[in-house]
Protein backbone atom coordinates (compact mmCIF):
# COMPACT_ATOMS: atom_id res chain seq x y z
CA UNK A 1 0.00 0.00 0.00
CA UNK A 2 2.24 2.44 0.54
CA UNK A 3 4.63 1.78 -2.69
CA UNK A 4 1.16 2.22 -4.50
CA UNK A 5 1.01 5.96 -2.31
CA UNK A 6 4.40 7.14 -3.39
CA UNK A 7 3.66 5.91 -6.73
CA UNK A 8 0.54 8.54 -6.92
CA UNK A 9 2.31 11.25 -5.20
CA UNK A 10 5.46 10.89 -7.29
CA UNK A 11 3.08 11.28 -10.23
CA UNK A 12 1.31 14.32 -8.98
CA UNK A 13 4.55 15.70 -8.52
CA UNK A 14 5.89 15.16 -11.98
CA UNK A 15 2.49 16.34 -13.72
CA UNK A 16 2.82 19.88 -11.60
CA UNK A 17 6.48 19.93 -12.84
CA UNK A 18 5.15 19.47 -16.10
CA UNK A 19 2.24 22.13 -16.04
CA UNK A 20 4.65 24.44 -14.23
CA UNK A 21 7.58 24.21 -16.98
CA UNK A 22 4.58 24.54 -19.58
CA UNK A 23 3.02 27.95 -17.85
CA UNK A 24 6.84 29.29 -17.33
CA UNK A 25 7.65 28.93 -20.57
CA UNK A 26 4.40 29.91 -22.58
CA UNK A 27 4.85 33.29 -20.11
CA UNK A 28 8.67 33.59 -21.11
CA UNK A 29 7.29 33.28 -24.92
CA UNK A 30 4.92 35.87 -24.90
CA UNK A 31 8.09 38.00 -23.06
CA UNK A 32 5.67 38.64 -19.73
CA UNK A 33 5.73 37.10 -16.17
CA UNK A 34 2.65 35.24 -16.71
CA UNK A 35 -0.58 36.09 -16.93
CA UNK A 36 -1.98 39.42 -16.19
CA UNK A 37 -3.86 40.54 -13.26
CA UNK A 38 -7.77 40.36 -13.58
CA UNK A 39 -8.63 43.95 -14.05
CA UNK A 40 -4.87 44.80 -15.60
CA UNK A 41 -4.56 46.77 -18.95
CA UNK A 42 -1.45 44.73 -20.18
CA UNK A 43 -1.76 43.00 -22.94
CA UNK A 44 -2.64 39.04 -22.66
CA UNK A 45 0.08 36.41 -24.43
CA UNK A 46 -0.71 36.01 -27.39
CA UNK A 47 -0.80 31.89 -28.75
CA UNK A 48 0.50 31.19 -31.45
CA UNK A 49 -0.91 28.30 -33.10
CA UNK A 50 1.84 25.46 -35.44
CA UNK A 51 -0.24 22.93 -37.59
CA UNK A 52 2.09 19.79 -37.98
CA UNK A 53 1.47 17.31 -40.98
CA UNK A 54 1.99 14.13 -40.57
CA UNK A 55 5.28 12.23 -40.65
CA UNK A 56 6.62 15.70 -40.02
CA UNK A 57 5.96 17.08 -43.57
CA UNK A 58 6.16 20.20 -45.20
CA UNK A 59 3.26 21.96 -46.16
CA UNK A 60 3.73 21.89 -49.89
CA UNK A 61 5.57 25.11 -51.48
CA UNK A 62 2.88 25.86 -54.43
CA UNK A 63 -0.68 24.02 -54.16
CA UNK A 64 -4.20 24.97 -56.12
CA UNK A 65 -6.97 26.35 -55.14
CA UNK A 66 -10.03 28.26 -56.34
CA UNK A 67 -10.15 32.45 -56.53
CA UNK A 68 -11.75 35.04 -58.48
CA UNK A 69 -10.01 36.45 -61.30
CA UNK A 70 -11.58 39.12 -63.66
CA UNK A 71 -15.10 38.24 -62.45
CA UNK A 72 -14.48 34.24 -63.02
CA UNK A 73 -13.53 31.71 -61.17
CA UNK A 74 -10.46 30.29 -61.49
CA UNK A 75 -8.08 27.36 -60.29
CA UNK A 76 -4.86 29.07 -59.13
CA UNK A 77 -1.70 28.66 -57.98
CA UNK A 78 -0.81 29.93 -54.11
CA UNK A 79 2.07 29.40 -51.61
CA UNK A 80 2.05 27.77 -48.31
CA UNK A 81 0.06 30.82 -46.47
CA UNK A 82 -2.94 30.47 -49.55
CA UNK A 83 -1.74 34.29 -51.34
CA UNK A 84 -2.04 33.82 -54.90
CA UNK A 85 1.20 33.06 -57.54
CA UNK A 86 2.11 35.77 -60.14
CA UNK A 87 4.45 35.11 -63.22
CA UNK A 88 6.27 38.02 -65.12
CA UNK A 89 5.94 37.37 -68.97
CA UNK A 90 9.38 39.08 -69.67
CA UNK A 91 11.42 37.06 -67.17
CA UNK A 92 13.19 34.06 -69.44
CA UNK A 93 13.41 30.14 -68.17
CA UNK A 94 17.22 31.30 -66.56
CA UNK A 95 17.14 35.01 -65.30
CA UNK A 96 13.87 36.38 -63.42
CA UNK A 97 13.76 40.68 -64.29
CA UNK A 98 12.29 41.62 -61.28
CA UNK A 99 14.56 43.85 -59.05
CA UNK A 100 14.67 46.92 -56.86
CA UNK A 101 11.44 48.41 -56.54
CA UNK A 102 9.59 45.96 -58.39
CA UNK A 103 10.61 42.98 -56.15
CA UNK A 104 9.68 44.80 -53.25
CA UNK A 105 6.16 44.75 -54.49
CA UNK A 106 6.38 41.49 -55.80
CA UNK A 107 8.48 39.27 -53.98
CA UNK A 108 9.72 36.04 -55.07
CA UNK A 109 8.64 32.72 -54.14
CA UNK A 110 11.56 30.88 -52.45
CA UNK A 111 12.28 27.65 -51.90
CA UNK A 112 15.43 25.30 -52.01
CA UNK A 113 13.62 22.36 -52.21
CA UNK A 114 9.60 23.26 -53.72
CA UNK A 115 6.79 20.70 -53.42
CA UNK A 116 3.57 20.79 -55.24
CA UNK A 117 0.28 19.55 -54.84
CA UNK A 118 -2.87 19.55 -57.30
CA UNK A 119 -0.25 20.80 -59.76
CA UNK A 120 1.37 18.60 -63.17
CA UNK A 121 3.68 21.08 -64.26
CA UNK A 122 7.31 21.56 -63.49
CA UNK A 123 8.43 22.73 -60.12
CA UNK A 124 12.12 23.79 -59.53
CA UNK A 125 14.42 26.30 -57.74
CA UNK A 126 16.96 28.32 -59.79
CA UNK A 127 19.72 29.90 -57.16
CA UNK A 128 19.80 33.65 -57.86
CA UNK A 129 20.43 36.87 -56.40
CA UNK A 130 17.07 36.50 -54.38
CA UNK A 131 18.09 32.79 -53.04
CA UNK A 132 16.38 29.92 -54.51
CA UNK A 133 13.79 31.16 -56.34
CA UNK A 134 11.18 28.58 -57.23
CA UNK A 135 9.96 28.18 -61.02
CA UNK A 136 6.62 26.64 -62.27
CA UNK A 137 7.16 25.51 -66.48
CA UNK A 138 10.32 27.87 -66.15
CA UNK A 139 8.08 30.76 -64.87
CA UNK A 140 9.20 32.55 -61.66
CA UNK A 141 6.86 32.56 -59.54
CA UNK A 142 6.00 35.63 -56.99
CA UNK A 143 3.58 36.61 -54.60
CA UNK A 144 2.03 40.36 -55.08
CA UNK A 145 2.49 43.12 -51.93
CA UNK A 146 -1.57 44.04 -51.79
CA UNK A 147 -3.05 40.73 -51.71
CA UNK A 148 -4.33 38.48 -49.04
CA UNK A 149 -4.93 34.98 -49.04
CA UNK A 150 -7.77 33.64 -51.52
CA UNK A 151 -7.60 37.58 -53.19
CA UNK A 152 -6.42 38.00 -56.29
CA UNK A 153 -5.99 41.72 -56.48
CA UNK A 154 -2.46 42.11 -58.52
CA UNK A 155 -4.03 40.63 -62.26
CA UNK A 156 -2.46 42.70 -64.82
CA UNK A 157 -0.99 44.84 -62.38
CA UNK A 158 2.90 45.97 -63.74
CA UNK A 159 2.38 43.36 -66.20
CA UNK A 160 2.06 40.59 -64.16
CA UNK A 161 0.07 37.72 -64.38
CA UNK A 162 -2.16 34.87 -62.40
CA UNK A 163 -0.31 31.23 -62.33
CA UNK A 164 -2.56 28.41 -62.86
CA UNK A 165 -1.91 25.05 -63.40
CA UNK A 166 -2.42 24.93 -67.10
CA UNK A 167 0.67 27.58 -67.06
CA UNK A 168 2.40 26.43 -70.72
CA UNK A 169 5.67 26.34 -70.22
CA UNK A 170 8.25 29.07 -71.23
CA UNK A 171 9.23 28.53 -75.23
CA UNK A 172 5.49 26.89 -75.88
CA UNK A 173 2.88 28.23 -77.63
CA UNK A 174 0.62 29.87 -76.43
CA UNK A 175 2.36 31.32 -73.31
CA UNK A 176 -0.56 32.86 -71.28
CA UNK A 177 -3.42 31.00 -70.43
CA UNK A 178 -7.29 32.14 -70.01
CA UNK A 179 -6.69 33.46 -66.53
CA UNK A 180 -3.60 34.93 -67.62
CA UNK A 181 -4.71 36.39 -71.00
CA UNK A 182 -6.60 39.48 -69.80
CA UNK A 183 -4.75 43.02 -69.59
CA UNK A 184 -6.86 44.48 -67.22
CA UNK A 185 -5.27 46.25 -63.89
CA UNK A 186 -7.04 46.22 -60.78
CA UNK A 187 -6.25 49.71 -60.31
CA UNK A 188 -4.11 49.91 -57.24
CA UNK A 189 -2.22 52.46 -58.57
CA UNK A 190 1.25 50.08 -59.53
CA UNK A 191 1.89 51.46 -63.07
CA UNK A 192 5.96 49.82 -63.41
Known sequence: MQHHRTAIFGGLAAL???V?????TAAGAAGGYGAPAIGSSAPAPTVKTVIRLPGGTK?????TTKATVDGKTETILV???????????ADTAKKSLVSGELARLWPPLLSAKPTATGTQGKLTA????????VTYNGHFLYTFIDDAPGHVTGQGVSNFFVATPRLKAIGSTPKATAAASSSSSSGSGYGY
Do not use: E, I, K, W
Open 16 to 18: TSF
Open 20 to 24: AVGLG
Open 59 to 63: PATVR
Open 79 to 89: DTQGLPLYYFP
Open 126 to 133: LRDASGHQ
